[in-house]
């Protein structure tokens, strides 16, 4: 099966800081990859070099064949770029229903399966994006881009600052999507436990570098690699 | 990326700033020809700006004044030429326009401008440098404290109580004379100042006054005093109004469906307001009007003319000389005879001149030995009859058949 | 103390006043709220599209609502021209005012240069009707200026609030780059916007055509006090500025017809410094 997502040689930065160096990648079609690494060390900048956000240096992205490298963001939304920002950027004074339905694309996400998906959502459509708990913003930014209708869905560290209970609720949504939806996409966490059970396979990020890539159940399994370059302990 | 940006935003701004001033500070010069080095006459006008509809028609007068000049001696035999700036209807500008013209151009005399505000701020500078600036339209002539300041209009010394007599003598004529009046007023200090005078002359000749009102200059909206106009029912409306003012009033009056009895507007646009439907039997002062007695005196009917036709070649709606064009047709008279009467060029020699004779204007003779270097008063009532202005009061300058018609 | 009567009309002319500040609010509150441009040419187009009135009304005895047909559309095209400027060059905020300010100088200096500095009247028979209800006079104009206001300002609410281009522009006012990775393409809807609030702009002139006398420098004589209106109703809320304008128009009538009528000013701009400081919820 062809790739829906073939990254060559990027790099990326923020002003004459080069962040990412020569990074690949390659994504099947209803493949989801957990792109793991300690704070700092480019996670976000990949996810929003795929976005287009972040200023490129070289490198192509290919999009189901397509380099969408240079296009502006608007386009590769357009041609299917899903995205959960890691600060979930709601729009706080559009409500609920409208944060959904003001990007919404037509596909199998229409917004009363956004709403089935999440219930809490539904309760709270018509309140104002600024009134969300956290958990509620994140579930929001998700059902947000789900209502795009993406080929290609990006989640950066979606469980990041958030309680216990609503982390476990998440990870339940993130296992439907991924594993019985058969969504294609990345997830960017720290939690590596948590999340390899999630994806198919999985890459480490070291100081824009990718140093690991490979199936996430070998990886799940090889605690001296997880503690060698995320600092997880066995357990 | 970010500063090439930057850069072509400033060109952009300053480039569209650098356009818009250049079209506003061009000078019009106004050009003629006798002999020898032209003598310069700076001044400013409106010519844009919340007065602009005043300077048009003092700029057309001051081209056919300048022509008028050039075709007879010019200024002691030497062609005359006028180097007009746009002051913007801004007294600030109009202060530093007056300082370039004394002291970059090098004009040799200097022209007052239009409104109290512009001449207040060009006579500072005048008497900085202790020229000549005859003026007219100064409302309030003890304003005019500077020696050399002239008034080419006859004002009078003291019209806040010459002008609201003369208004209630033509009043106390009418068969049924007004026993109540609402005197409403603009705050402009001209209008204010008089709209005070009428109060109080009025009260003092046993009119009663029902209501004093005051509106900020620039008011949009009349319908509430328009309500309680209607409401206080006045035989005698006296409104203290500029420019379109007074449409204002009548119009929104005649939505409440009342027309005032008597009515009498200050310094209104007196086009709009003869064809306005409402300006019937309108009231105001005026100088001269073109009709007789006035266009038999020398020279105004050619004056009257000419104004005609550049009135009409520039598209002006209204195109009949009026009290107002005729202030600046005065104002060259004066300054004409007193440099030809003087027989120099020196400000001290012109203003001397000028307080000890007479000038024969288009106002007819004035003279500038009074208080504030003012005469008599010369007012007249006009009257809007049939849409057109005409001189009622005093009964002895009425146009055979016309006469004041009260409520 | 003044009557009923008195308070009503007062209050009745107050308020149709306030629909034109409403109506030229409109447009401003539009392209300030939600592009981040704060257009004072909007009052010299409002100008432009009166004198277009007036002339194609006096000279080619045409009527202003088929006039209008014409002029608004003629005011989209010119706001889509004028926003061509601000996206080449990356206007930003404060850069819209002063392009804005140099575009309204350089029209009002070209109405002077075609129409003249001197007053034009366009004389209706309808320009001072009014019917009476009950002991109140209500002039017919103001009343459909304040109908067709109430109209485009509901309108263009419900099409911020439920159209897939109006939400997503509401979206990128508050975020344009987190929009754009949505896939809303704030660009184009810019163009849009803007040439609707000129359009906006020409429905105001059609009005001022009829209900004004014309000169070129009247073009700031709303400025301020539209100002007010527009910050009143909030940025971007078409039925705010509608209801400000109405607000305002009403306070300074009533201050007219119980105060010295010289306290007009004074009221609108107190009222906005106490809302501004005071902000309630409701407005
Ligand atoms: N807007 C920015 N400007 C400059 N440097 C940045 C910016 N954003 C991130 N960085 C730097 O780039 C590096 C990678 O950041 P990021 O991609 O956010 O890492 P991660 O998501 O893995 O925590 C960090 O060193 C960070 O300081
Ligand atoms: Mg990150």
Same mark, same amino acid.
């Given at each position: 099966?062809?790739?829906?997502?073939?990254? *060559?040689?990027?790099?990326?930065?923020?002003?004459?800081?080069?962040?990412?160096?020569?990074?690949?990648?390659?994504?099947?079609?209803?493949?989801?990859?957990?792109?793991?690494?300690?704070?700092?060390?480019?996670?976000?900048?990949?996810?929003?070099?795929?976005?287009?956000?972040?200023?490129?240096?070289?490198?192509?992205?290919?999009?189901?064949?397509?380099?969408?490298?240079?296009?502006?963001?608007?386009?590769?939304?357009?041609?299917?770029?899903?995205?959960?920002?890691? &600060?979930?950027?709601?729009?706080?004074?559009?409500?609920?229903? *409208?944060?959904?339905?003001?990007?919404?694309?037509?596909?199998?996400?229409?917004?009363?399966?956004?709403?089935?998906?999440?219930?809490?959502?539904?309760?709270?459509?018509?309140?104002?994006?600024?009134?969300?708990?956290?958990?509620?913003?994140?579930?929001?930014?998700?059902?947000?881009?789900?209502?795009?209708?993406?080929?290609?869905?990006?989640?950066?560290?979606?469980? *990041?600052?958030?309680?216990?209970?609503?982390?476990? &609720?998440?990870?339940?949504?993130?296992?439907?999507?991924?594993?019985? &939806?058969?969504?294609?996409?990345?997830?960017?966490?720290?939690?590596?436990?948590?999340?390899?059970?999630?994806?198919?396979?999985?890459?480490?990020? *070291?100081?824009?570098?990718?140093?690991?890539?490979?199936?996430?159940?070998?990886?799940?399994?090889?605690?001296?690699?997880?503690?060698?370059?995320?600092?997880?302990?066995?357990? | 990326?970010?500063?090439?940006?930057?850069?072509?935003?400033?060109?952009?701004?300053?480039?569209?700033?650098?356009?818009?001033?250049?079209?506003?500070?061009?000078?019009?010069?106004?050009? #003629?020809?006798?002999?020898?080095? %032209?003598?310069?006459?700076?001044?400013?006008?409106?010519?844009?700006?919340?007065?602009?509809?005043? #300077?048009?028609?003092?700029?057309?007068?001051?081209?056919?004044?300048?022509?008028?000049?050039?075709?007879?001696?010019?200024?002691?035999?030497?062609?005359?030429?006028?180097?007009?700036?746009?002051?913007?209807?801004?007294?600030?500008?109009?202060?530093?326009?007056?300082?370039?013209?004394?002291?970059?151009?090098?004009?040799?005399?200097?022209?007052?401008?239009?409104?109290?505000?512009?001449?207040?701020?060009?006579?500072?500078?005048?008497?900085?440098?202790?020229?000549?600036?005859?003026?007219?339209?100064?409302?309030?002539?003890?304003?005019?404290?500077?020696?050399? #300041?002239?008034?080419?209009?006859?004002?009078?010394?003291? %019209?806040?109580?010459?002008?609201?007599?003369?208004?209630?003598?033509?009043?106390?004529?009418?068969?049924?004379?007004?026993?109540?009046?609402?005197?409403?007023?603009?705050?402009?200090?001209?209008?204010?100042?008089?709209?005070?005078?009428?109060?109080?002359?009025?009260?003092?000749?046993?009119?009663?006054?029902?209501?004093?009102?005051?509106?900020?200059?620039?008011?949009?909206?009349?319908?509430?005093?328009?309500?309680?106009?209607?409401?206080?029912?006045?035989?005698?409306?006296?409104?203290?109004?500029?420019?379109?003012?007074?449409?204002?009033?009548?119009? !929104?009056?005649?939505?409440?469906?009342?027309?005032?009895?008597?009515?009498?507007?200050?310094?209104?646009?007196?086009?709009?307001?003869?064809?306005?439907?409402?300006?019937?039997?309108?009231?105001?002062?005026?100088?001269?009007? %073109?009709?007789?007695?006035?266009? /038999?005196?020398?020279?105004?009917?050619?004056?009257?003319?000419?104004?005609?036709?550049?009135?009409?070649?520039?598209?002006?709606?209204?195109?009949?000389?009026?009290?107002?064009?005729?202030?600046?047709?005065?104002?060259?008279?004066?300054?004409?005879?007193?440099?030809?009467?003087?027989? /120099?060029?020196?400000?001290?020699?012109?203003?001397?001149?000028?307080?000890?004779?007479?000038?024969?204007?288009?106002?007819? !003779?004035?003279?500038?030995?009074?208080?504030?270097?003012?005469?008599?008063? !010369?007012?007249?009532?006009?009257?809007?009859?049939?849409?057109?202005?005409?001189?009622?009061?005093?009964?002895?300058?009425?146009?055979?058949?016309?006469?004041?018609?009260?409520? | 103390?003044?009557?009923?009567?008195?308070?009503? +009309?007062?209050?009745?002319?107050?308020?149709?006043?306030?629909?034109?500040?409403?109506?030229?609010?409109?447009?401003?509150?539009?392209?300030?709220?939600?592009?981040?441009?704060?257009?004072?040419?909007?009052?010299?187009?409002?100008?432009?599209?009166?004198?277009?009135?007036?002339?194609?009304?006096?000279?080619?005895?045409?009527?202003?609502?088929?006039?209008?047909?014409?002029?608004?559309?003629?005011?989209?095209?010119?706001?889509?021209?004028?926003?061509?400027?601000?996206?080449?060059?990356?206007?930003?905020?404060?850069?819209?005012?002063?392009?804005?300010?140099?575009?309204?100088?350089?029209?009002?200096?070209?109405?002077?240069?075609?129409?003249?500095?001197?007053?034009?009247?366009?004389?209706?028979?309808?320009?001072?009707?009014?019917?009476?209800?009950?002991?109140?006079?209500?002039?017919?104009?103001?009343?459909?200026?304040?109908?067709?206001?109430?109209?485009?300002?509901?309108?263009?609410?419900?099409?911020?609030?439920?159209?897939?281009?109006?939400?997503?522009?509401?979206?990128?006012?508050?975020?344009?780059?987190?929009?754009?990775?949505?896939?809303?393409?704030?660009?184009?809807?810019?163009?849009?916007?803007?040439?609707?609030?000129?359009?906006?702009?020409?429905?105001?002139?059609?009005?001022?055509?009829?209900?004004?006398?014309?000169?070129?420098? +009247?073009?700031?004589?709303?400025?301020?006090?539209?100002?007010?209106?527009?910050?009143?109703?909030?940025?971007?809320?078409?039925?705010?500025?509608?209801?400000?304008?109405?607000?305002?128009?009403?306070?300074?009538?009533?201050?007219?017809?119980?105060?010295?009528?010289?306290?007009?000013?004074?009221?609108?701009?107190?009222?906005?410094?106490?809302?501004?400081?005071?902000?309630?919820?409701?407005?």
């Amino acid at each position: 099966m062809a790739d829906l997502l073939a990254i *060559e040689g990027l790099s990326a930065g923020y002003g004459r800081a080069v962040v990412l160096s020569d990074v690949s990648l390659r994504l099947a079609e209803g493949e989801a990859l957990a792109v793991l690494g300690r704070n700092g060390v480019g996670k976000t900048t990949l996810i929003d070099s795929i976005v287009g956000v972040t200023r490129r240096i070289s490198g192509s992205i290919l999009l189901g064949g397509r380099d969408i490298a240079a296009l502006p963001p608007e386009q590769r939304a357009a041609l299917g770029v899903g995205w959960v920002p890691q &600060e979930r950027n709601i729009f706080r004074s559009l409500s609920v229903e *409208e944060n959904i339905t003001a990007v919404a694309r037509p596909g199998p996400w229409s917004l009363q399966r956004v709403f089935d998906f999440f219930p809490r959502l539904k309760e709270r459509r018509h309140q104002a994006g600024s009134s969300l708990s956290g958990g509620e913003q994140q579930m929001l930014a998700i059902g947000r881009a789900l209502a795009t209708n993406p080929r290609l869905l990006l989640l950066d560290e979606p469980t *990041e600052g958030l309680a216990p209970i609503i982390v476990e &609720e998440l990870l339940r949504v993130l296992t439907a999507l991924f594993r019985d &939806e058969g969504l294609t996409g990345i997830i960017v966490e720290q939690q590596a436990r948590k999340i390899l059970p999630i994806t198919h396979r999985a890459l480490i990020l *070291e100081r824009g570098q990718v140093v690991h890539a490979g199936a996430s159940g070998e990886l799940l399994a090889d605690a001296a690699m997880l503690e060698r370059h995320l600092g997880v302990t066995a357990g | 990326m970010t500063n090439r940006m930057g850069a072509w935003r400033r060109r952009e701004i300053l480039a569209g700033l650098a356009a818009t001033a250049g079209m506003l500070a061009a000078p019009a010069i106004v050009r #003629a020809a006798p002999s020898g080095k %032209p003598v310069k006459i700076g001044g400013t006008l409106s010519l844009t700006g919340f007065l602009a509809q005043t #300077a048009v028609i003092h700029k057309i007068a001051s081209e056919i004044m300048v022509e008028e000049i050039n075709v007879r001696n010019g200024f002691l035999g030497r062609p005359v030429e006028f180097v007009l700036l746009d002051d913007q209807s801004k007294p600030d500008v109009a202060r530093s326009l007056y300082e370039k013209l004394i002291t970059v151009d090098k004009v040799d005399l200097i022209q007052g401008p239009y409104a109290t505000a512009p001449i207040l701020a060009a006579m500072g500078v005048a008497q900085r440098y202790g020229k000549v600036i005859i003026q007219n339209s100064m409302g309030i002539p003890k304003m005019q404290t500077y020696e050399r #300041a002239f008034p080419a209009t006859p004002f009078g010394s003291e %019209p806040d109580k010459t002008y609201p007599n003369v208004i209630l003598d033509a009043m106390a004529s009418l068969p049924t004379p007004p026993k109540s009046m609402v005197v409403l007023t603009s705050k402009f200090p001209s209008a204010q100042f008089m709209a005070l005078g009428m109060k109080e002359q009025a009260e003092k000749r046993g009119v009663k006054v029902l209501m004093y009102l005051e509106y900020e200059s620039g008011n949009r909206d009349f319908g509430a005093i328009a309500a309680r106009i209607k409401e206080a029912n006045p035989d005698f409306l006296w409104v203290g109004s500029l420019g379109l003012e007074s449409n204002q009033v009548l119009e !929104s009056l005649r939505k409440l469906d009342y027309a005032p009895k008597n009515h009498f507007h200050l310094y209104p646009a007196p086009g709009p307001l003869a064809l306005s439907p409402d300006g019937n039997n309108a009231l105001c002062s005026t100088f001269l009007e %073109p009709a007789e007695p006035f266009m /038999s005196r020398p020279g105004v009917a050619r004056i009257a003319g000419e104004f005609k036709e550049k009135a009409t070649k520039a598209n002006l709606p209204y195109t009949t000389i009026d009290a107002q064009a005729a202030g600046m047709v005065s104002q060259w008279q004066m300054l004409e005879a007193a440099v030809n009467g003087s027989g /120099s060029l020196d400000d001290e020699k012109i203003a001397a001149w000028l307080k000890k004779n007479r000038v024969t204007t288009i106002y007819g !003779s004035l003279r500038f030995d009074g208080p504030f270097n003012h005469g008599d008063a !010369s007012q007249l009532i006009k009257q809007v009859q049939d849409k057109e202005w005409r001189v009622v009061w005093p009964k002895e300058f009425a146009a055979p058949g016309v006469a004041l018609k009260g409520a | 103390m003044p009557s009923a009567t008195l308070l009503g +009309q007062a209050l009745i002319s107050g308020v149709l006043a306030g629909g034109m500040y409403g109506l030229l609010a409109l447009g401003l509150s539009l392209s300030w709220g939600l592009l981040r441009l704060v257009n004072l040419s909007h009052f010299a187009l409002a100008f432009l599209a009166a004198y277009l009135t007036y002339e194609l009304g006096t000279n080619y005895h045409v009527a202003p609502w088929w006039s209008a047909m014409l002029i608004v559309p003629a005011m989209f095209a010119m706001g889509l021209a004028q926003h061509w400027i601000f996206d080449k060059f990356k206007v930003n905020e404060l850069a819209s005012l002063l392009i804005t300010f140099s575009f309204a100088i350089i029209l009002e200096v070209a109405i002077q240069l075609y129409w003249t500095a001197d007053y034009r009247r366009y004389e209706t028979h309808y320009s001072t009707m009014s019917f009476k209800v009950g002991p109140f006079y209500i002039p017919v104009l103001e009343l459909i200026l304040c109908l067709v206001a109430g109209v485009l300002a509901w309108g263009t609410w419900l099409w911020l609030r439920k159209t897939y281009v109006g939400k997503a522009l509401r979206a990128a006012a508050e975020d344009a780059d987190i929009a754009a990775a949505y896939g809303v393409d704030h660009k184009k809807l810019a163009y849009l916007l803007s040439g609707m609030g000129a359009a906006y702009a020409g429905i105001a002139g059609t009005f001022i055509a009829l209900i004004a006398t014309l000169a070129p420098a +009247q073009i700031w004589t709303w400025l301020g006090v539209v100002f007010a209106v527009v910050i009143i109703g909030r940025l971007g809320n078409p039925l705010g500025a509608l209801f400000a304008g109405m607000l305002i128009g009403a306070s300074e009538s009533i201050a007219m017809a119980v105060l010295s009528p010289a306290w007009a000013p004074v009221v609108s701009f107190s009222l906005l410094i106490v809302i501004l400081l005071w902000d309630p919820e409701w407005l």
